[in-house]
Each structure stands twice: as C-alpha cells, then as structure tokens.
C-alpha cells in the first residue's frame, strides 16, 4: 500500500476547496474527502494485518524511501508500525467528525475547512515520517493553523489564546529542532557522514554524554505538544477559545503529536538519557496529573473543565512513557487514541450545547436531558469515559499505565502511581458534579424549552466518536495487539542498549 | 582573447548595452507614455534575465582582476531575477512618475558595480565595483520627489556608505601593506594572522557589516528603508545586501580562510547580536517599513550563522537562502509597495480589516511573512533550516539555541501583522484595490517561487555542487 495517499487526499481535498464556490460545495468536498481518507486509514489497518498475518515481522511496514536533500542525507522516508497506525486511525476520526460538527460554519467557511483539512495533513505525514526532517516539516505545518482557527473563528480572548499557543508551540518545536540538529550531527553512517533516518539511528548506539545533552531538548519540546507540566499553559486558554472543531482537532490531534514524539523519537533514539531522566518524567508528569485535575474541579466553564481534565488525561500518556516497562508504554499509546477520541466527542457535545444555550457556564444550565436528550446522553457518556468506567476506553487506558506503572518497584515510580491512581477521585467529583448542573435538575432558563436536540450531522460526528469509544472499551485486545510490537520493539531497544553498557 | 571579453564579460555587457538604450530613448521618445517606457523596460529587463542562461563560461581576464564561473553566473542570475520582480512591482508606483527612465538608468548602474564586485578577483577592483553600486543607489533612494524624507533617506545612505567604504579602503591599504598584493589569490598563503593583519580584517568587517546592516552597524537602515520609495527599499534590502553577502562569503572563505577561526568568533558575536537587537526592535514597530527593516536585520543574523559554519554548506544554504529570501522578502515588499503607491498608507493599524477588502493581497502577504518566519511548507522553512543547519555543525549549541530562540520571538511579530489583518476590526479599512497586471504577475511569481523552491531538491543539490568552487 502507498501511504503517500494519505497525504495527497488531504492535500487534494485541500485545493480542491480552493477552486470551490459557496458553504454547499466547500462543505461537501470536504465531507468526502475526509470519508474518503477514513476508508483508506481503514484499508490500511486491514492490509497491516494481513502483512502481519502472513509473518512479515519487520518493524515498520509499507515502508517507501525517497531522496530529498541528496548533499544533506535527507530523505522523504514513510512507513508504519502499529503505533502510527492507531494514530493515524484516531486523526480520521476525529477529522471526519469535526467536519461534521462545523457544518454550519457560515462564516469565512472556504478558509476554515481549508485550514482544517491542511491542520490534519501536517497529522497525517507526522505520523507516518520516518525520517525526522519530515517529521519536524510536519509537525510545524500542524502549528500555524490552528493560529489562524483560533484567532478568527474563535471565542473569547481569543487573539491572546492564538497568540500564546502559537508561540509556545512553535518554542516547543525550536527545542525539538535544537534535538534534532544535535542528534543529526553525532550519528555516523559508517563513512563520515550524518544521517536524519530514524531507523538508522536507532541503530547506532549514540554515546551517553551527548543523549544526556539532547534528550531534554528533544522531550521537553514534544511535551510542550503534549501538556508537560509545566508547559501546559497554552492548553486552557487555546482550547477554550476555538472553535468547536478546533478544540477537537487541538486535544485530540495536536497533543497527540506531543505524545508520540516523545515516544518515538526521545525515548527510542535516545533511551539510555530516557533511563537516567525518568525519575524527572514520572514527578512532572504525576504532578500534571494531580494539578490537572484539582484545577478542573475549580472551573466553571464546560470547555475550561474539559481543557484542564485534558492536563491531567495527557499526564496519563507522559506517566506511561516515563515508566519504561512495555506495559505502561502501551498504556501511554491507548491512553491517547482514548483520550483523543473521549475530549474530542467532550468538545463536541459542549459545542452543541452552546451553539443553542449560548452559555458554557455549568451553574447556568440545568435540566438538559429533558430538552436534548441525544446531546445529554452523548455529554454523560464523553464524561463516563473521562472518570474512568469501565467498558469506555478511558478505563482500559488507564488502567493498562497503572498496571504497567506498579511493574516498576522502586519507591518514587510507587508514590507516583499511587498518586496518580488518586487523582481519578477527583475526575470523578468534578464530571459528576458537571454532569448534575448542566445536565440533570430542572430546567433553569425557559427559553431552553424552545431548543432542539441534535441534527443529522451531530448526531453521524457523535456516533462515529462513539464507535471509537465503546470499541476500544468492550474488546481492547485488538488495538493492544496492534500497538504492542511496535512498543516492544521500543522496550527491548532500551533494554539491548542498558546491557550494552 | 576578444570573444573571451565578450562571452565572461556577457552579463555586464547587457546591462550596460540596456543603460545605453535607455539613453537613446531618453534622447528620442518624447511622446512616449509612461506606460509604454515601463512596457519596453521590462521586457528589456526579462531579455537581461533570459540571457542570462546561456552561454556561460568559467575563466579570468585582464590578469585576475575579472574572474567568473558558474556560481557567480548563478548569483548574477538571481539578482537579475530580484531585479525583474522589483521592477515589475514599481509599475503602480513608476506610471505616474516624471522621470522613469533616470530612475532605470541610476538602478541598473548600481546592478552593474554590484556584478563587477561579484565577479572581482582582487580588492582594487572589488572598490570599484563597490563605488559604483552605491553612489547611484543614495540618488534613487531621493526619487519621492516631493517628500522630504525621502532626500533624507538618500542623505543618510551617502554618509554611511561613505564612512562604510572610508573603512573598507583602510582595510584595504593594510592589507597591501602587509602583504604587498590585492589579488585575492595571491593574498590567502600570505595571511599569517599578524596583529596588523588582523586589524585590517576588523575593518573590513566593519566595513561589510555596514553595508549588510549588521549590528552595530545598523543604524541607517531603518531610517534610510523609511523615507525611501518601497521599490528602493525592496531593492536595498534584497539586491543590495544579497551581492554584498555574495562577496563577503566568498571573500571570508577564499582570501580569509588562514585566519577562520578568528572570524568564527567575530560572526559568533556579531550575528547573536544582530538576532536579538533586530527582533527587539522590530516588535516595537508601526510602520510596515521600518518593521521589514529590522526583520531584514534579523535574517542577516539568520545568515551569518550560516556562514560561520565555514563548510562546504555554509556558502550552499546563504545562497539558496538569500534565492528564497529574494521571493519572500519581496512577495511582502510588494504588496506593501502596492499598498503605499495608491493610498499612501503604510502602518499596521492601517492594515486592519484588511482581509475582508483585499483577500488576494492578504494572502500574498501572508505567505510571504511566513516564509520569512520560515514555517512550512514555505519555502523560508527549507532556507532558514539548512542555515541554522550549517551552523551547528561547527557544534556550537549555544548559538543554534539562541537561534531558535530568535526564530519564535522574530514568529512573534509576523503573526502580529497577520493577526492585524485577518482578526482586527476596522472601521475604515483599505478599500478594495484593483490591481495592475504587471504587480499582480510579480506577486504570483513571489508566491509560486515560495511555495515551489522546497519541494524541488534539484535546486539545493545544484547550488550545492557549485559551492564546491568557491
């Protein structure tokens, strides 16, 4: 399978709207072509296990390499192991029902399903890059859209909102460019010359000295993507002000980019620094995690809820990695598509609340269930798999870092997962709490009465966000089948390299 | 011998030939429009640029005082091109103007001293070169007829390049003091680093530095970029400083290879100061003018980075570069050169709501900021990547970090200016402009270039090759 197509969709459908005249047509194109690339990622999952079926076990597959920069040894290297694959799977989703979930974006709607659809393809060659040129061209194409989004179509403070999450994005990706340089220019391909190739790099053992020195820049910076305590700050105040559909593409896509670049390039390339600064990791990490979530129980503001609750749910993912066994990485790669599919349909039922209420104060809404009862439902159940219940994926999630976590015997790794098992207390006071004002009660403003529950388009966006949801609750074994070698491969790299030693 | 003259000699001889036509039309067309002299120039000017594709040829003449080869071929042709697209985007500003064709003559006189100062083999004829690049340039900057900024502007640039090239020929006489040659390839094995000797490089370096703006010594360019018509500042900061980045490469690579690693210090200084004094400066300007003034600043601190890399990519990135750096730097110019001929209107407040009446030039600019900004998929993300590239392999971390560090304070100021446009709102907005055909034609070509130049590797690969020959 050529998994260039999944850059070219994107991009077709990009300046296909270009061309387009009117909401209608715009709208239209984009719907397709988002359907379009959901049916590829699905064709590529298929053709993956067939490969793997028939015992291909190399570690990434499909893979297509293609000389960029000849001088500089730069390639434009793709391929995919199951990591990417879950990734790439949680992108389509969350595309397709953003898309749904604006479909009545009047304003500017040519601009801003353009910039949608250019955000995912920064997501999309992301995931798939194996060289870290591209990788690093594409994680910064995911960066500036969103500025844009936020800043025209969004809500609030929010040129300051677009302004601070611009900016300490784009530090994060100066840290990582730093990295990247500084990795680039210590590998050796045997004759002398430097190479940019993430699988060649993996096999060169880089000396320690020089991981120590480039390994924060490199996590620190993909953190800053993911929420890292306590570079968390554009998280807040940039989703609350964006759209809907950005709010969605931003938790669940754009911190996923963090994530996994903390995981694929920081650790695996250079895991012997990722031992040595794992005691770091796990307290920023638990430390996200707690604060994360005592912040939200102070909100009042439904998006500011779900965005400091996403604080908390990403310290999940930083947690998993920094424990280093397979089983909490494993963890760390579930507890992303979960929470990337879980704030994702949080962000839409909000956004479907407040385009009819108006409001996204939680004390000034009441009684919803009654008036809409498919938006209500969609919200309890979004908030369900935030607490951690089981049979939603939040709690396969996490409960896969916390057992990986406890693997881990010594003292600080226990009272970090300790505390962190803590902390889903206090998720569970604040959504509960959120789902008893918004949603339940009597109805506080009778102008509510006159509201409707949702349209067809909202309801599709919600379903498909569902399917995700419930799919990896009720039979999580085929999504860690698909991560776990990939996560091996990782694991057994750190520990090949410790012998090393 | 002759036809040598002809054939190495090929793109100053056009120019001069374009010079002396200009002349003769000057002479015989007084019912000329302007339109119509505009018409004739550019195409004049595309023959210029189309000619120089063919028919190059390596080789030296009048002993090595006149040197050439397939990189300075290459040099000349983008600066022909920078050329082109300036003077394809003066077209709204030149069409009622009185005096089109003295406007030519002075701008195409400075291109050929900046040739013949590209293609010198030895310091005497470098002066020349530089002489005749500057003093016709200080008499366009003066051509807002009416305003007096504007013979400010010209009256500052002659009083610094003066002091500038009072400094360059101090340099230049210690230099044969100490040596007793201003060939460039005789120089390099007689260099041996005495403390005479390396006065001399200091004020050479001064020298440069005045010219390319780098601070300190850039204290004229913001003024002089201000009162001056924007076609000149666009030709001030993109011809101008690009052939002197030419020479100043290949002079520190050639003559002052011995004493490299007292340089590498003096760039390593020089360009964080340029970064962080540049980027300072620019977040607290109003006028669209001065702003690309002191982000112009800034890219040279961008570049001298690259240069202090001192391998075989540093030479290769500055050049491709300063190739995207001509497309963005210009794709912004123009609009802002547009802007400012019909409606006067130059600051950032002026440029809000501007959006919503120009979409088309709005996002010329906007693509050519963030190539500036260097954000892909522009093309300024490939230039300013392989720069700070160069730099680190000499592994200096220290000044890659504050690179990257000036990278997002310098994104700051531009999403500034994009914000101003598409987010602010505005009561009196620019009204809706309707746009020439040769500006228009000369943005597009600035956007295309942008988005085209990183995805075709051909280019890298070849100005690469030809770094080898520096």
Redesign the interface.
Same mark, same amino acid.
């Given at each position: 399978m050529n998994l260039s197509l999944l850059i070219l969709i994107p991009l077709l459908t990009a300046i296909l709207i270009l061309f387009c005249k009117g909401i209608k047509q715009v709208r239209t194109i984009a719907l397709v072509g988002s359907i379009v690339q959901l049916s590829v990622t699905l064709f590529l999952l298929f053709a993956y296990w067939q490969e793997r079926a028939t015992g291909n076990d190399s570690h990434m597959l499909f893979e297509f390499n293609q000389t960029w920069f000849d001088p500089l040894h730069i390639n434009y290297h793709i391929g995919v192991d199951g990591i990417s694959i879950a990734m790439i799977l949680l992108t389509s989703f969350v595309v397709l029902a953003g898309i749904l979930v604006s479909w009545n974006t009047q304003k500017m709607s040519k601009e801003f399903f353009f910039l949608l659809i250019f955000l995912s393809l920064g997501a999309y060659g992301y995931f798939i890059s194996l060289d870290l040129f591209t990788l690093f061209f594409f994680l910064e194409i995911a960066v500036i859209p969103k500025f844009l989004l936020i800043g025209i179509w969004g809500s609030g403070k929010k040129e300051y909102s677009a302004m601070k999450l611009a900016l300490m994005l784009m530090g994060g990706s100066a840290l990582v460019f730093v990295g990247l340089l500084g990795l680039y220019f210590n590998t050796n391909t045997g004759d002398g010359s430097h190479t940019f190739d993430l699988l060649q790099i993996a096999q060169m053992h880089i000396p320690i000295e020089v991981q120590k020195i480039f390994f924060p820049f490199a996590f620190v910076g993909f953190g800053i993507f993911g929420a890292l305590f306590p570079f968390h700050t554009w998280v807040p105040d940039g989703h609350s002000s964006a759209p809907t559909a950005a709010s969605m593409f931003l938790a669940g896509i754009s911190m996923k980019l963090g994530g996994y670049g903390c995981l694929r390039v920081a650790t695996y390339l250079m895991p012997d620094a990722a031992q040595a600064y794992s005691p770091i990791i796990i307290v920023l990490a638990t430390i996200a995690i707690i604060y994360g979530a005592f912040a939200t129980m102070m909100q009042k503001d439904l998006k500011y809820i779900n965005a400091y609750s996403s604080v908390s749910h990403c310290g999940f993912v930083l947690l998993g990695i920094g424990m280093m066994t397979q089983t909490s990485i494993n963890g760390a790669v579930t507890q992303m598509v979960s929470h990337g599919l879980m704030t994702a349909l949080f962000f839409a039922a909000i956004g479907m609340i407040y385009d009819r209420t108006h409001t996204r104060i939680a004390a000034q809404l009441g009684g919803l269930l009654k008036i809409m009862p498919f938006i209500s439902t969609v919200f309890v159940l979004a908030g369900l798999c935030s607490l951690g219940l089981p049979g939603l994926s939040g709690f396969v999630a996490e409960m896969t870092v916390f057992m990986g976590s406890w693997q881990n015997p010594d003292a600080l790794y226990r009272i970090a997962t300790i505390l962190s098992c803590a902390s889903i207390v206090v998720t569970a006071v604040y959504i509960l709490r959120a789902v008893g004002q918004a949603i339940m009660g009597p109805i506080t403003d009778e102008h509510y009465n006159q509201l409707t529950d949702a349209t067809w388009n909202e309801k599709f966006a919600a379903a498909i966000l569902l399917i995700g949801i419930i799919a990896i609750g009720i039979a999580p074994f085929w999504l860690s089948n698909l991560i776990s070698p990939g996560t091996k491969t990782i694991i057994e790299h750190t520990i090949t390299t410790a012998t090393l030693k | 011998m002759t036809t040598d003259v002809f054939i190495l000699m090929k793109f100053e001889l056009i120019i001069a030939i374009v010079i002396f036509i200009l002349l003769f039309v000057k002479v015989g067309s007084d019912g000329w429009s302007n339109k119509k002299t505009l018409n004739v120039i550019n195409i004049l000017l595309l023959i210029n640029f189309i000619a120089g594709f063919f028919m190059n040829d390596d080789g030296t003449l009048f002993g090595d005082m006149f040197r050439t080869n397939d990189l300075i071929s290459l040099e000349k042709n983008i600066l022909n091109l920078g050329t082109l697209i300036i003077s394809a985007q003066a077209y709204s500003w030149l069409k009622n103007h009185k005096h089109v064709l003295e406007f030519y003559m002075l701008l195409l006189s400075t291109l050929l001293g900046m040739f013949l100062m590209i293609s010198a083999g030895n310091f005497l004829m470098f002066y020349l070169g530089l002489e005749l690049s500057t003093i016709p340039l200080a008499a366009i900057c003066n051509f807002d007829l009416e305003k007096r900024q504007s013979s400010e502007a010209a009256m500052k640039l002659i009083i610094s390049s003066a002091f500038s090239s009072g400094l360059l020929l101090f340099g230049i006489s210690l230099v044969y003091g100490t040596t007793g040659t201003l060939s460039f390839s005789e120089l390099s094995p007689l260099l041996n680093g005495s403390e005479l000797q390396l006065f001399a490089f200091v004020l050479l370096l001064a020298g440069f530095a005045f010219k390319i703006s780098v601070v300190p010594f850039h204290l004229w360019t913001a003024d002089v970029y201000e009162g001056s018509p924007v076609a000149v500042t666009s030709y001030l900061s993109v011809i101008s400083k690009g052939a002197f980045l030419f020479v100043f490469v290949s002079v520190l690579y050639n003559v002052f290879k011995p004493i490299a690693d007292t340089w590498y210090n003096m760039l390593f200084l020089l360009s964080v100061l340029t970064m962080i004094i540049g980027n300072l400066f620019a977040i607290r300007q109003n006028n669209l003018k001065r702003f690309l003034a002191f982000s112009s600043i800034t890219q040279m601190g961008f570049i001298l980075v690259g240069i202090s890399g001192s391998s075989q %990519?540093g030479p /290769?990135s500055v050049i491709y570069f300063l190739l995207i750096y001509i497309f963005s730097n210009l794709g912004a110019f123009g609009v802002i050169a547009f802007v400012s001929a019909i409606t006067g209107k130059e600051t950032m407040d002026d440029y809000k709501g501007f959006y919503k009446t120009n979409p088309f030039l709005t996002w010329v600019l906007t693509i050519s900021l963030?190539s500036l900004a260097g954000?892909?998929?522009t093309a300024g993300?490939f230039g300013k990547?392989?720069l700070? %590239?160069a730099g680190? +392999?000499k +592994?200096n =971390?220290m000044l890659?970090?504050i690179a /990257? &560090?000036n %990278?997002?304070i310098s &994104? =700051?100021y531009y &999403?500034k200016v994009?914000?101003a446009m598409? %987010?602010?709102a505005n009561d009196q907005p620019i009204e809706k402009l309707s746009i020439d055909t040769l500006p228009k034609l000369a943005m597009l070509i600035c956007v295309a270039g942008i988005i085209v130049v990183g995805f075709v590797?051909a280019i =890298?690969?070849y100005i690469?090759?030809l770094s080898l020959t520096f």
């Open positions: - | %990519m /290769a963030f954000i892909p998929p993300f990547f392989f700070i %590239m680190a +392999g +592994g =971390y890659i970090s /990257a &560090l %990278m997002i &994104l =700051y &999403l994009v914000k598409f %987010m602010d590797p =890298y690969d690469y090759s």
